[in-house]
Structure formats: structure tokens, C-alpha cells
């Protein structure tokens, strides 16, 4: 057992937060992609695409970096560290190894280099109306006729359908077999005529999802990933996949520190709010819950450079993980007091006169909205369930 | 001892509830709160004519005599619903401090005004550095010709874009932090000096930051004593959170049936989500919770006229509770609700995003925790 | 809605609390069960038996009191305050009220008066090995010979049958039918020959609980409570009245004031540990707890007062109250700190030199008894099915 | 990084757990616990041969030059088998204050009688009225010729009855809660003016309180510093966290397992009771609860020698985080056991008993929670 990095690994880690220091634009830091949209992520990920670190989970051979799964944790440190802004995970952690892994060289030449460079943006088509976690009761319906798919039917929770150029979809090819089995997987350019994104307005008042409806929609078959009904077996490599850095420690690392320093400028009782017993011991035992995920998440790295597969013992990383996100939004809006209480729209810096410290703005809106992430990509009740079935063997 | 209401109670709790299923859907609360205004000044007609604008007065001042419970059951309603008009720093608020402390030109004023509608008051004493200190007041009063010049900030006062009227806290002597030394004062809202920030609250509301710059006000905006406010608004702080009880113990009340409602016709892997045992026992817990808080409505509700010290412990308990109960029942609603509960066309949302921003009003579960241990915990008993 | 008592039950209050404090003597004041055994136990209830006041649940007719629930209530605050000792409650609270409800003359002449007078303790036979909560699975065998019953089989859980001298047991009499259809309930003599006790010893190193064995006992068929088969109904009548006073609200209060006056004399950071922010809190949560438990109490007693019976509501009551006891008790541990680790048999006061203060001696032991609270009785679990069946229609 | 074991490492485990499984049934554990002396001297004698008692020494006395993964590997196997026998007080912290602070004589003397097994020692730092502050101590050693003279009592010294010396914090300058002016003595067990009061504790071990009367020592009997021991005794009771977390990892991971097995068997109307959805997520949170308690069990072993803030801050984390986990593991494992959980005949009690007083020693939850808030929350980072 060894807690440190061996001298190559610093000696990257100095190399990425040069990089980083240097390259990452100051309006871009520490922002939600709700501030920077659709301009703001393209301009970081040219950034990245250009020094050839846009893909770090992919193989050298596509246009990845190749690194460890150790260079690759560094990584995921240091961007949290800086505050690098969110890039289009859809196409380059979900779609783009789906691509590569299944696709054929044809698929490969097409999508993967818009996928890298940020030019084609990506969105997910997995979820349905009333279907929940029951990802594979797939209901839209695609029928072949010649050499298209006519796909008929709807999707939702669609995460930035609006700024999407394409989007890949489970559809069902075959309504007559076990659900798992009549699934194909597609590619869809979401300017085919049929397509309609309606908004979807969650509770923190933000436009994040969507509605996507699909009225006879026209998909070449060279479209489909992999055979017809096989779809899947590539949906479940790609949840596989969504799992890593599912614990997300670096980011809530960095708004620990955040949560501190706003805890330093309040006042509570005529002192500093950190000096509060109450929100000093929350404060602590969050941080205390932070690090022992830490290690539960470098002791899952160890795994995996080892060579062993992610499994059902990601559960709990996603279950406190999640819980850590939320409960450092709570305490951040609990230490702004009454200003987590105003309404106000746009980013920080935007109104005039100013109303409560920057910091206070987003405070009850991202309370809100980090709700979600124990209902999206299997609710922590699912990943109980997968604990006690997969694990336990209950 | 008896927890049974009145005939007339239950008369005026299905009056409330009526216009409340009448007028207060969900569709037509959104437009409410969507619209320029933020409020119906029509509804607020309907109550005074209703009379729930007169519940708590002496019939003297056109009121109705009501007391605590009255308070209770019109508040549990509009918790129910999600009434957002000024009744609390209307109704509530502002016409305690003028049935404790005005003098009889102030009350024969000002309650024939709120009675019959034309008045809506706002309170305006949180401030930035203060946190839930009441007696952490900044905003000063000095005294000039016969009476006194305002100055300073006063954070997120509730319904002051469409008050008449703020009562504001103001230190008259003493050092920020002393218990001595704040008036209570009533100021016009149009008054030279006085500008308002508005803004909507993420629960719905409207609000706004008030900056008082040289403020003259005269000898008669005075509320009670000029140096001793403290008690006095505590007192009616007490009643507001007693208030605020009774629509936390609505809105966890419809935050429960709402979740019942939902899994129940929700289904997933071949059935409703309300079969799976993990959430019964969920559900029942969050039963358990919306017990506590009916409790801890009634509780502070009757002990609002019991002696300083139990008083406050009640109310300290009350606010405490309430807020640890709205956060389980609130988050858990969410979590069962699943992706749905996410939007903003869901009405359990709704609910939470009150209940939350309740927690936070005159103090959060954290801080009267600490009051009621300071109030309890003194000396042997 | 009113909160005060009216002046009768003020005068009543007065009454109560001057009787107790002639009357209950010092050195059984506070004390547990296991420490004044079954001759404190008899001695307290002679006193109330001759005062007229043992039996404040039962009808006057049979020796009760006939008090209303408010009294009742009262009584309980009161008893609590001065910290009497518990009666024998199977006696008094269980089988007595299915006596004199379900049994015939000759019963309630034989039986009731030995229960009021503490001349007779009781038992209960209803668990059986392995059941757990499901008590209707009896599998204890009754065969009917002649004017007798021929009783084969094991109860387990039976609380001080080591003091009993007569147990009531739910035995089946009728294996071919619904479990909860052959069940009949008997009296039965702990001398006759055939029964054996067996100890259980609990975690906390107590003797409270114990098996019984029943080989080839012999009943006569007059010591059987109503009809053949029909036992279940008085059991079911049994288990609602075991529900009365199960928020336990006057002993939490009175082990509070013991635990606040712990934690003013234990020391944390040079001051006394009730100033210490954290152990405040603590302290404060649980008291806010047991207001909102005391008003829930309060509520269903208004109701009881209505002549509304108890049902399933009660279970929120049973929940809570057990949490809140449990809580007691850790908070007690905790205050004491080291002196939590000795394990001291006997009652405090007895050993020499003195380990620790008095309070700290059983505190460790008392958690770990207590931890049964939320076990027996139906456990927490079953309340919460019986909540989401019962109440909340799911 | 690496979070993988030796193959020495592996070895020793197997041959610690092979011990454990071989002489440790529950059944045995019992008679030990119940026996007059509460452990086995023919086991001590085995860990010896084992070569467990020289692990962590350097070779020139005996050891085996192992480290904390070495410590945390026994202590894990330990905490599965409830191994009562004195290896904490004397391998642990023994033979740390020792390897940190003793003079060569000392370590030639006392090392080679730790590693043969000849010597078990207790460390009496407990008092009273110190609660878990280290630096709270009344028990004063006064310099008399060119030695100290001991006076004081001390709270709780686990392995006591069973020890040949005792190590004994006491105040030599300054007033009772002063950092500086400790100092830390090797004291004779049966020296004249100690007097021990024993007895058995919850958890199944032997302690006692000792008192110190007039008890007179050489110089020679000084660990360290004379006044400023208080860094000394932190890092060893920080190692002692250390050794304490991997018992309570084997502790926690068997409390799963025996809930795990007796719900699998367990029946209940008709069904296993692990085929309950509500008792299926208990156990995954039971499980989550693990998994971190691995987690901070490496994270310590993995932070000893990190500089002073990051290691106490550590060991703070640590210990904080097994307090609660040990007690949510522990009171649903007996829960989930139901009335068999609450009886002396059931494993599973005992692991309970254990997790709860491990709680206590160095410190509880909240102590050390607020010592890492201390350690964490200070300046700006």
C-alpha cells in the first residue's frame, strides 16, 4: 500500500496545471454550463482539442490520450481544481466510445472527429415518458422500410436537447420479443424533419431538459450502431461507462473550499459563520464524508489499474457521492441566510443594484436542482436494490 | 384539555378551503406568481369580505375577536394551497404590532385599513451582517426635530413591493448588538428616502431590499417603547412563526398526499412504485414527520398567551421542528416523485420550495435549536 | 382547543402527587425492575392495592378505578414524576382486562383478585421460537382429553417468568384450519408439573426474559378464555390494549431531567458538558422531539377522551417513543464517558470502592436493553407496514 | 498509488486469521471472557511464536520491522475474532511510546520482554474530570531526589490487571489544562502506593482504575521529555486510532456478515427476511457504512507518517467516522436480528458491545469531529 504518485505521475500532474493555469479562460472558470452555453463550452473544448486532451478516456488511436487510470484521476483533480467548465459528455464519454468501440470505420470517420472538436453536439435519447429506471421498456418504435428507419414516438429528460446536432437513441425494431432483445441503437441528426425539442423548466426555474418528440422520423439504417436488436448490449456498455467518476470527489472538493470561504464571510451571532458551533461540526462531518469517499474512489482507481472492470461496487460511490453533492448545496444555501431567499435570473455580476453577496444568488436555485442527482442515472433507490441483489446477494 | 375546534372554526376553515379549491389551482397559482404584480389584489378583497382579514381584531377596529386557533386554521389552509398574498406580514404581523403596541390613533387608523383591505404591511428587520439576530440592528433612528431620521438596509422584507406601510427596526441608542436600544417604526412606503429593490423570491413571493437614506419620520411612526422594541418583537415574531407553523403543518400535510397520490398511479416495472416496501416505510416515516408537525402547530398555537419563557421555548421548538420536518418530507416527496418532481409542472416542487424557504424565515432549525436549548437547559429544574 | 386541565383535574393532580409522596417508599423510587425484584414490586403493590389505585385502566366494577383518560394521564405524569416502581403489567394490563372482558364469573372471581392484590404474578405466553413478529404462527399444541388440555411446545421472550406463577398462552387447538382461526387462549398454572423455565441472558448481561418449555401439561379445559378456536380475538383485544401509554411521554421526560443533571455535573473541555455546544444540541433536539411526541399523545388522548378507540395511529406513537427512548439512553452513555466501559452487576451504591459515579454504572448495560424497544411489541418495521397498509391505504 | 498487500502481508493476515478461526470460536471467546483471568496467557505466548508481539519493532530488538499496514492487518483479524488479549495496550501503544521516546536502555529492556511476550503494559491517561482532552490532567509527578513521586488517579486503564507496567501520564509543571508540563512515566504495577481497582468492561475485556499514592520512581522511569510529553502521547494515541479503525473495520465487516447470514435463514411470513425490500436497503446502507470504514481504515494506516496536521486530522476523520459508522452497523445489525439479536447466545451482540466502546476510547464522535473542524477550518486554504 502506497498513498503516493510516482514521479512521472507528478511531473504530469505539474505539466496539466501549467497547462490548465495558462490555457483555461478566466470567464470560463468556476462557471455552470447554464452561463457559459453552447459558445462557452465550444471555445474550451477547441482549447482542449488543439493540445489533443479532449478525450482522456479514449484509446490513442482515435484521438484520445491514452492515459492511466491514475493520469486520468489527475486529471479530474486538477480541472476541478481551476474550475474548467462541463464539456458535452454526451457525445464524448457516452456516445463517442460507444462509436468507436461498436461502430463501423465508416461511423468512426464521420462522427468521431466532430464529436473531438466540438463541433457536433451531442444528446442523449434513452429516456421515456412513464418509463423512469425502466431504461430497457423502451416504447418508441422504429419500422424499416428499405433502407431508412421510420421512428415514431418520444423521449425525455433529454439534457440540452437544445443545443444538439445529433442524437442517439434506443428504439424498439422488434415489439414482439423480451424487452431487452427488440432494442436497436441510432443515430439521429436532430435536424431531420419530424423532430421537435420542447423545454422542460425543472424547479430551480433552469432549462436543462427537454421533451424530444420524433413524428415519422427518417433514419438511414447505416445509422444503427452494431446489428439490429442488439441495441441493448451497447446501452449497457455505455451506462457502464457513465459510471466512471461517477463520485465526482474533485468537484465537491473544490466546493468544500467554496462552502468554507462563504462560511468565512458571513457573520452569525456577530462572528464569522464557520465559527459557529452548529455549522463548523456540518461543515466538518461533511468533509470527513468527503474523504472517505475519496478513498473509497482511490480504492476503486486502484482496481481499475489493475485492470478490473467497473462493477456493482460503483453503487456506492454514486449513492454518497450524490448525497455529498447535495448536502454541500444545502449547507451553501443554509450559510447565505436570507439572501438564498431572492429570485434573481442570469449569472452573478448581472443586476443593479446588486441584491445579497454573488455568492447567495444561485444558492437556493442549485439546492433545488442537485436534487436530481439521486433520481438521474438510476435513482440511489435502484443502486440500493443493485447493492443488495448484485453485492449482497440478497 | 380538548383539541376539538369549534363549530365556528370548522366553519371558517371550510370557508377558507372553498375559496382556496376555487380560486387557488395550481394552474391559476402560476399565473399569479408569473404575472407583474405577483399577487390578486381582487382575492385579497374577497378577504376581507370573507372577513379573514378581520379575524384577529378587537370588534371595536371591525375585527372578528378571533385568537390563535382562528389564525391557525385560515394559515393551514393557504398553506394547503400556496395563497401568496401578504396575509403573515399583513395580517398577522403587522396587525400584532399595532394590537400590542399602537396607540389608539395608530390601531383607529391602521386596523380599519388591513380589516377592510387597503393596507398590506411589510416588516422590514432582517439586515446582512445580522443573520437571525433580531437584535442585531445596524439601521439607525436619531432623533430630530419631534421625531426621527432613518438610515440603513434592510435585507429580503416580505410583500414590501406592495405594502403601504414597512415597520421597520431601528437602533435609538445602544451599540449593534444590544438588546437595548430598538424602536419599532412605521414608515410609509413612498416616503422620501425610502427606495426599494424588488424582486420575486424562489418560492413564489415578492420581496424587496429596503435602503433607508435620511428617512424623516415623525414622533407618531413610533410602535411601543423607543428604546425597549426587543420584547415587543419578539413577541410578534413568536406569533408569526406560530403562523408560519400552522402553513408548514398544510404544506407537509399536501406534500404527503401529493407522494401518496403519485405512487400510487405511478408505474414501474409492472407496478404502482407505492407496492415497493422500501418506499411504504419511506412514506411512513414522512407520515410520522406530518404528525409532528400537526403537533407542534397546535402546541405553539396554544401556548402563544403562556408566560415569556414558554412561550418562546414553544415557539424556538416549533420553528425548529418545522424545519427538519419540512426538509425530510420535502426531499423524500422530490426523491419519490422521481424525474417528475423535477419540473416545475409538478406541484409537489412547489411545495418544497415553500417549505424550504420557510426554514429560513425568522430563523432556521439550527438557530432555534440553540434558542430553545439556551431557554431549557439554563439551571436545574 | 384548550391546553389546561379543568380544576377536578387539577384537584386530582394534587390528590395524586400527596399520595405519592407519602406513600411510595424512598428505596423504591427510580429503580428498575431487575433491581427491587418481585418483593419491591409486591410491596408497591399492596399499597396501591389497598389505596384502591392499582388498576387505573380497569372498570370500577372490577376493582378499578374508573378514571378518564385524562386521569389516567395524570396518573401517569405523576407516577413518572416520583419514579414508582413498574407493576406486574401482564397481570394488570393484559391478561386482567381479557379476564374481565372475555372470561366467565368463575374466572374473574378466581383470577382478578390475586392480579389486583400482586398475590399473583403473571406471565405471557405468545412468542415462539422463531416466530417473531408473526404471532398468529402458534405452534404450540393443545389436544383435547376429557375436562383437560394436553399442552406441548415452547414460548420464548416470556418476560420474568422466572417470578411467575401463572402464565397465559396462546396455544393451537385446531391445526387444519387459518393460522388465526385454531388458536385458543389459556390460563395456565406454573406449578403444574411439565413446564420449565429456562433464562435468557440479553446482551446487556440481564436476566429479564426467558424460554418455557411445556411438556404433557395438563389444563383443565376451565382455564380456557372463551370459546374453543376462537383465540386470536382476545389476543388481537390484548395487543390494542398493550398499546395504551406506549409513548412512554412521562418517563422520557423524567429520564431527560436525569440526563441534563448528568450532564451538568460531567465535565468536556473544562466546563460542565451541558455548555458544550455539541452535547447542548443534542440534549435540545431530543427534548423538541419529545414535545412533538407529548402533543401526539395529547392529541390521541383528546380523541380517547371522545370515546374514539385506538388503532393504527398508534403506531407513530410506538415509533417515535421507542426512538426517543433509545436516544435517552445513549445520551446518558455518552455523557459519562469513560465510566460507560465498566460492567458492575448489582444496583448502584454496592460495590466498594466506587467505580465511576452512581448514574454512570448501568448507563452502557441500559442502552443495550434498550435497544429491544424498537424490537418487541411489534417492531419498528412492522409499524411502518402497518402504517403504509392501515393508514396511509398503500 | 496502490491500495494492494504484500505477499508477506497476505501471509501474515492468513496466518493471524487462521489463529483467529482455529482458538477463537465464539464459544471459546466466552469462556475466556467469562474465565477468572479474562484472557489467555497460552495465547499471548502463541502471538509471540507468531511472531505477532515483534511485528512493528525494529530488528535490533526482536522485531520484524513492520509497519502500519502490518499493525493494521493483525488488528483487522483481531476485531473479526473479538480478540481480547491486551495486543492494543501493549504492541500498540507500549511498545510505540517505546519506539518513539524510549532511551536505549529502556527499548533494551522492555522490547525483547514486549516481543517474547513477557510483558503486557496499560496506558492509564484517563481522569475523570478530563473526559477525552489529553492534556486535562490532575495526576501530579513532583520531583524528589532524582526521581518523581506519583499522586493522582486515572480512569479506566484498559489491560491494567493483566499489565507488568503501567504507563502513566502526569503533570510535572503548569495547571491542570496546560498543553506543556506533562510528563509521561513507566510506572511498576505493583510498585508501593499503586492500588488497582479491577474489573471486567461491557465489551468483554479487564481494566481498572488506578490510584496513585505516594508512588515514588527513578529517573529512569521518564518517557521522553519531562514537560512537554503531550506531542508524544498524541502521536501514539494517534497510532492507537490507527490500530483501532482496522479493529473496527473487522468488527464492522462481521456485523454485515452475521446480518447478512441470519436474514438468508431467518424466515418470516413465508419468506427469508432478506427478501424484504426495506431490511435489502438497510443492509446496502449497512454495506455503504463498511466500505467507508475500510476506507478511513487505510486512509490512517496510509497517514501516520504524514506531517503532524495531516496525521491528526487524519486520525480525527478516522476515528469520528467509525463512531458513527460503528453505530449505525451496529444498532441495525441488532435490529435486523430482532429479539435473537438482544441475547448473549448470539454473536452479534458481542460485536455491538464492542463497536459501541471502541466509540469511546480516545475519544467519541463528536470530540474528534470537532478536532478535525479545528485542524480543517482555520485559515483560508
Known sequence: ?394 | MDFSFTEEQTLLRNSVARFVADNYTFEARREIVKSAEGWRPDYWKQFAELGLLAAPFAEEHGGLGGGPIETMVILEEFGRGLVVEPYLPTVVIGGAFLRHAGSAAQKEELLPQIVEGSLVTSFAFAEPQARFDLFDVRTSAKKSGGGYTLNGHKSVAIAAPMAGKLIVTARTAGGQRDAKGIGVFLVDATAKGVTLESYPTVDGLRAADVRLDNVAVGADALLGEAENGLPLVERVVDEAIAALSAEAMGVHRKMLELTLDYTKTRQQFGQPISKFQALQHRMADMFVHVEESVSMAYMVALKLDAPEAERKAAAAAAKAQLGRAGRFIGQNAIQLHGGMGMTEEMAVGHYFKRATMMNILFGDTDHHTRRFAELTQGAAA
Open chain 1, 1 to 394: 500500500m502506497d498513498l503516493s504518485f510516482s514521479k512521472e505521475d507528478e511531473a504530469f500532474r505539474a505539466e496539466v496545471r501549467a497547462f490548465l493555469e495558462a490555457e483555461c479562460p478566466s470567464d470560463l472558470r468556476g462557471a455552470r454550463i447554464y452561463d457559459v452555453g453552447r459558445e462557452g463550452t465550444l471555445r474550451w473544448t477547441q482549447i482542449l482539442y488543439k493540445k489533443g486532451w479532449v478525450a482522456p478516456s479514449w484509446p490513442k488511436e482515435y484521438g484520445g490520450t491514452g492515459w492511466s487510470p491514475t493520469q486520468k484521476y489527475i486529471w479530474d483533480e486538477e480541472t476541478a481544481r481551476i474550475g474548467t467548465p462541463a464539456l458535452n459528455g454526451f457525445g464524448l464519454n457516452m456516445v463517442g466510445p460507444v462509436i468507436y468501440t461498436f461502430g463501423t470505420d465508416e461511423q468512426k470517420k464521420r462522427y468521431l472527429p466532430g464529436i473531438l472538436s466540438g463541433a457536433n453536439w451531442w444528446c442523449q435519447g434513452y429516456s421515456e415518458p412513464g418509463a423512469g429506471s425502466d431504461l430497457a421498456g423502451v416504447r418508441t418504435r422504429a419500422v424499416r422500410e428499405g433502407d431508412h428507419y421510420i421512428v415514431n414516438g418520444q423521449k425525455t429528460w433529454t439534457t440540452l436537447a437544445q443545443y444538439a446536432d445529433m442524437i442517439f437513441c434506443l428504439v424498439r425494431t422488434d415489439p414482439n420479443v423480451k424487452k431487452q432483445e427488440g432494442i436497436s441503437f441510432l443515430l439521429i441528426d436532430m435536424k431531420t424533419p419530424g423532430i421537435a425539442v420542447r423545454p422542460i423548466i425543472t424547479l430551480d426555474g433552469g432549462h436543462e431538459v427537454n421533451d424530444v418528440f420524433l413524428e415519422n422520423v427518417k433514419v438511414p439504417v447505416e445509422n444503427r450502431i452494431g446489428e439490429e436488436n442488439k441495441g441493448w448490449t451497447y446501452a449497457k456498455f455505455l451506462l457502464g461507462h457513465e459510471r466512471s467518476n461517477i463520485a465526482g470527489v474533485a468537484r465537491s472538493k473544490k466546493s468544500l473550499e467554496k462552502l468554507k470561504s462563504i462560511a468565512r464571510s458571513e457573520m452569525a451571532g456577530g462572528r464569522p459563520l464557520i465559527e459557529s458551533p452548529d455549522f463548523k461540526r456540518k461543515v466538518a462531518e461533511l468533509e470527513i464524508d468527503l474523504l472517505a469517499l475519496e478513498f473509497t474512489d482511490l480504492r476503486a482507481l486502484s482496481e481499475a489499474a489493475k485492470g478490473k472492470p467497473p462493477g456493482p461496487e460503483t453503487s456506492p460511490l454514486k449513492i454518497r457521492g450524490t448525497e455529498i453533492q447535495q448536502r454541500l448545496t444545502e449547507l451553501t444555501m443554509e450559510a447565505v441566510g436570507y439572501y438564498a431567499n431572492p429570485f434573481i435570473k442570469g449569472g452573478p455580476g448581472r443586476n443593479e443594484p446588486e441584491i445579497g453577496p454573488d455568492y447567495a444568488i444561485h444558492s437556493a436555485p442549485t439546492y433545488f436542482n442537485t436534487r436530481k442527482t439521486s433520481i438521474y442515472g438510476g435513482t440511489n433507490e435502484i443502486q440500493r436494490n443493485i447493492i443488495a441483489k448484485m453485492v449482497l446477494g440478497l
